[in-house]
């Protein structure tokens, strides 16, 4: 058989293969489907900026002023107020009020039970803005049910044009809607739902959803429809699904669920930014916001809305909205043919056989060039395609007939000449050497894998007199199975706090917060996993006497701070971890526990960054061995201890600063009565330390204590 017959059957079995995979595994390839028109809008830049589009930024820079979210609705009021006098066009908001606001005055009177004043309700206040404002509130839906009974009023007629019953347009099992006081007042409303693909990132945002039979709009379909004055929005479809969706002059072009496929602008902040804290105060040029489309949106790290797009993997959602009305306003489509799916396959089968006999008629030294030149045209086809036609084909197919067809086409030459170059290689394998031989052979470099830096807490615990324990137990595999006993629900507990175990260290447990997944409020989840753990040892001490005749306590220190975080190692023998001077120090303050007799230590940092209440005392003031600045260090305590230890407490506080203020005499006293009083160790330190101060004095008195080894 001749080598283009063979070649000629080869391809007929792999565009087979790959028309199979197109048709019956579309989600394995999906996400890489995803990327490679990524990696197009990437190649194709960032466009000019639109002047028809504003987003007010809840940003870090507002919430550091009027605090963290929610505001106060009479906030809120205010902005919506000073957007309307700057005469802004249509409002879309990105915000859901879904709780009644627990600041207004009229709440706090009713708390109370006051009803001798009549106080302001911030809501109404909200409301009445609303009213007097083109403004669309927005709302999301859900996909697990939430037993919500009410649903937004219907803003227009949806009239459908051959989509049957069962098509694939989204449908939500749940709602979470504005207030009444509000969602009554809005000028229309709609879904802001973002919702990412496979990969964890946004392509498309769908234009209307089914909820309870209803078709219901986003809130860029809305805000598009009220600048039109549309009265009735038209979605025409097939047994399929959705095709396109029209009202007034639009004419947009969807997938089959209903959903825009998103022809980004750029990477974030394309559009025009304004801080709401600089509308609230009223800096800001009113010709900016006058007859613009305005979106009231967030892009502070802490709310939870930055999304994924092609340009940028940080967006705020805010602005995947502003795309999408941009997209409608502009007319630049991106969008599927209708019979989509033999266009792709007509593609990936006249590829196949075109490059067949394309590459059976070229000479090897011409194989390479010829292919480099094929596939920048190709690329360049489907650019003009995508970005001048804004016609979306299926990406990844074409390139794997392409990149398979010049390897069957390698191979197949490989094969067939195959005995010749054995040939060759025997006249020659005894003229050079295996080095010369290995040497071309090309290995590609292994990844170097990125590592990143992180603010965690990172967290240690240790067994106190575990060498005289194991000497009690002598059995070392009564040791392993105490060792396993304690382990398992410490760890269980770090994990239920959503912690990072890093490593055990003999008997001791290393973990962290915030890495590799960023974990809200970490600091608190740390302590009180801290506390949770003592809570469960004396619980488990019971059995353990019990079971091997002793009991444990444990030391546990936790700091907050940057570290380098990601996979290290070895090549081959790698791990996860994190390192640091922080990871170092919050082992340095593990071993502290000793000298003071306490069982939970955090540092200052880790103080600073707790949102609940704790029992905290001040420990000391020290300084790590090789470092000028000091850390303060606190205990914790258990809630129960602290409400009975209130009396020592405040005068444990007292004499602690009359030490620091070096009015040694006064605190010894204290430290003195401490001590008799409670016999707590950490008393008795002090009360060492201010009497060696008396009979040693030295100008000037430093508090803080040194730490002479690391």
């Given at each position: 058989?001749?080598?283009?017959?063979?070649?000629?059957?080869?391809?007929?079995?792999?565009?087979?293969?790959?028309?199979?995979?197109?048709?019956?595994?579309?989600?394995?390839?999906?996400?890489?489907?995803?990327?490679?028109?990524?990696?197009?809008?990437?190649?194709?830049?960032?466009?000019?900026?639109?002047?028809?589009?504003?987003?007010?930024?809840?940003?870090?820079?507002?919430?550091?002023?009027?605090?963290?979210?929610?505001?106060?609705?009479?906030?809120?009021?205010?902005?919506?107020?000073?957007?309307?006098?700057?005469?802004?066009?249509?409002?879309?908001?990105?915000?859901?009020?879904?709780?009644?606001?627990?600041?207004?005055?009229?709440?706090?009177?009713?708390?109370?039970?006051?009803?001798?004043?009549?106080?302001?309700?911030?809501?109404?206040?909200?409301?009445?803005?609303?009213?007097?404002?083109?403004?669309?509130?927005?709302?999301?839906?859900?996909?697990?049910?939430?037993?919500?009974?009410?649903?937004?009023?219907?803003?227009?007629?949806?009239?459908?044009?051959?989509?049957?019953?069962?098509?694939?347009?989204?449908?939500?099992?749940?709602?979470?809607?504005?207030?009444?006081?509000?969602?009554?007042?809005?000028?229309?409303?709609?879904?802001?739902?973002?919702?990412?693909?496979?990969?964890?990132?946004?392509?498309?945002?769908?234009?209307?959803?089914?909820?309870?039979?209803?078709?219901?709009?986003?809130?860029?379909?809305?805000?598009?429809?009220?600048?039109?004055?549309?009265?009735?929005?038209?979605?025409?479809?097939?047994?399929?699904?959705?095709?396109?969706?029209?009202?007034?002059?639009?004419?947009?072009?969807?997938?089959?669920?209903?959903?825009?496929?998103?022809?980004?602008?750029?990477?974030?902040?394309?559009?025009?930014?304004?801080?709401?804290?600089?509308?609230?105060?009223?800096?800001?040029?009113?010709?900016?916001?006058?007859?613009?489309?305005?979106?009231?949106?967030?892009?502070?790290?802490?709310?939870?809305?930055?999304?994924?797009?092609?340009?940028?993997?940080?967006?705020?959602?805010?602005?995947?909205?502003?795309?999408?009305?941009?997209?409608?306003?502009?007319?630049?489509?991106?969008?599927?043919?209708?019979?989509?799916?033999?266009?792709?396959?007509?593609?990936?089968?006249?590829?196949?056989?075109?490059?067949?006999?394309?590459?059976?008629?070229?000479?090897?030294?011409?194989?390479?060039?010829?292919?480099?030149?094929?596939?920048?045209?190709?690329?360049?086809?489907?650019?003009?395609?995508?970005?001048?036609?804004?016609?979306?084909?299926?990406?990844?197919?074409?390139?794997?007939?392409?990149?398979?067809?010049?390897?069957?086409?390698?191979?197949?030459?490989?094969?067939?000449?195959?005995?010749?170059?054995?040939?060759?290689?025997?006249?020659?394998?005894?003229?050079?050497?295996?080095?010369?031989?290995?040497?071309?052979?090309?290995?590609?470099?292994?990844?170097?894998?990125?590592?990143?830096?992180?603010?965690?807490?990172?967290?240690?615990?240790?067994?106190?007199?575990?060498?005289?324990?194991?000497?009690?137990?002598?059995?070392?595999?009564?040791?392993?199975?105490?060792?396993?006993?304690?382990?398992?629900?410490?760890?269980?507990?770090?994990?239920?706090?959503?912690?990072?175990?890093?490593?055990?260290?003999?008997?001791?447990?290393m973990a962290y917060w915030n890495a590799p997944n960023q974990v809200e409020n970490y600091a608190d989840k740390a302590v009180t996993s801290a506390l949770e753990q003592i809570k469960i040892l004396k619980q488990l001490n019971v059995e353990l006497k019990k079971e091997f005749g002793v009991t444990l306590n444990i030391g546990i220190s936790i700091h907050t701070g940057l570290v380098t975080v990601g996979e290290m190692g070895s090549v081959g023998r790698s791990d996860y971890t994190i390192i640091g001077d922080n990871v170092n120090l919050a082992s340095r303050l593990e071993g502290l526990n000793k000298l003071y007799g306490s069982t939970i230590?955090?540092?200052?940092?880790?103080?600073?960054?707790?949102?609940?209440?704790?029992?905290?005392?001040?420990?000391?003031?020290?300084?790590?061995?090789?470092?000028?600045?000091?850390?303060?260090?606190?205990?914790?305590?258990?809630?129960?201890?602290?409400?009975?230890?209130?009396?020592?407490?405040?005068?444990?506080?007292?004499?602690?600063?009359?030490?620091?203020?070096?009015?040694?005499?006064?605190?010894?006293?204290?430290?003195?009565?401490?001590?008799?009083?409670?016999?707590?160790?950490?008393?008795?330190?002090?009360?060492?330390?201010?009497?060696?101060?008396?009979?040693?004095?030295?100008?000037?008195?430093?508090?803080?204590?040194?730490?002479?080894?690391?």
């Open positions: 058989m001749s080598k283009f017959l063979i070649k000629s059957s080869v391809a007929f079995i792999l565009a087979l293969l790959l028309s199979w995979a197109y048709l019956f595994l579309p989600q394995t390839f999906f996400s890489l489907n995803n990327h490679l028109r990524d990696f197009m809008f990437s190649i194709r830049g960032e466009l000019p900026q639109s002047n028809r589009i504003v987003i007010i930024d809840i940003d870090e820079t507002s919430l550091k002023v009027f605090g963290q979210w929610p505001w106060s609705r009479s906030v809120v009021s205010e902005l919506i107020h000073k957007l309307s006098d700057a005469n802004a066009g249509i409002i879309g908001l990105d915000i859901v009020f879904a709780e009644p606001d627990q600041t207004s005055p009229h709440r706090i009177a009713s708390k109370i039970k006051d009803n001798t004043v009549s106080l302001d309700n911030y809501d109404l206040i909200l409301a009445e803005a609303l009213s007097s404002t083109p403004t669309v509130g927005g709302y999301v839906f859900t996909f697990e049910e939430n037993n919500h009974d009410k649903v937004p009023l219907i803003p227009t007629v949806f009239v459908e044009k051959g989509l049957q019953k069962n098509n694939s347009i989204l449908q939500p099992k749940g709602i979470v809607l504005n207030i009444d006081v509000l969602q009554e007042k809005f000028y229309s409303s709609g879904f802001f739902n973002n919702i990412p693909d496979a990969g964890g990132m946004i392509h498309r945002v769908p234009l209307i959803m089914r909820y309870d039979g209803i078709v219901y709009p986003s809130l860029v379909l809305e805000m598009a429809r009220i600048y039109s004055a549309a009265p009735e929005v038209e979605i025409y479809g097939d047994e399929v699904g959705v095709q396109k969706i029209q009202f007034g002059d639009f004419t947009i072009p969807t997938d089959h669920a209903g959903r825009l496929i998103v022809n980004f602008r750029g990477p974030g902040r394309h559009f025009k930014y304004i801080s709401a804290v600089d509308i609230l105060n009223g800096k800001f040029d009113a010709k900016e916001i006058a007859g613009k489309f305005i979106f009231v949106g967030t892009s502070a790290v802490g709310l939870s809305d930055l999304r994924s797009i092609s340009f940028d993997s940080t967006i705020p959602g805010v602005e995947v909205h502003a795309n999408a009305l941009d997209n409608i306003l502009e007319g630049d489509f991106l969008h599927e043919p209708l019979d989509v799916i033999v266009y792709d396959l007509l593609v990936i089968w006249s590829m196949v056989f075109l490059l067949i006999l394309l590459f059976s008629y070229l000479n090897s030294w011409l194989l390479l060039p010829v292919a480099i030149a094929v596939g920048f045209l190709l690329f360049n086809i489907f650019f003009y395609l995508l970005f001048d036609l804004g016609i979306v084909l299926n990406l990844l197919f074409p390139l794997l007939a392409f990149v398979s067809t010049l390897i069957v086409s390698v191979s197949i030459d490989y094969i067939v000449t195959s005995r010749q170059r054995e040939a060759v290689k025997n006249i020659f394998a005894k003229k050079v050497s295996k080095a010369v031989m290995d040497d071309l052979i090309k290995h590609g470099n292994d990844e170097i894998l990125k590592v990143r830096d992180e603010n965690v807490a990172v967290f240690f615990s240790d067994i106190r007199g575990f060498t005289q324990i194991s000497e009690t137990i002598g059995s070392s595999q009564k040791l392993v199975a105490l060792l396993n006993r304690y382990m398992t629900p410490m760890v269980n507990e770090i994990a239920d706090q959503e912690g990072t175990i890093d490593k055990f260290i003999g008997d001791a447990i230590i955090i540092s200052e940092d880790t103080k600073k960054l707790l949102h609940k209440e704790y029992t905290l005392r001040s420990l000391d003031l020290v300084r790590v061995k090789g470092k000028k600045e000091a850390v303060e260090i606190f205990e914790v305590m258990p809630s129960d201890e602290g409400e009975k230890c209130s009396d020592e407490l405040h005068t444990y506080k007292t004499a602690l600063e009359a030490y620091r203020q070096g009015k040694i005499k006064e605190a010894y006293v204290l430290f003195q009565t401490l001590d008799k009083e409670y016999g707590y160790k950490l008393y008795r330190l002090y009360l060492q330390r201010c009497k060696e101060y008396l009979e040693h004095p030295q100008k000037p008195f430093d508090a803080i204590h040194t730490m002479l080894v690391k």
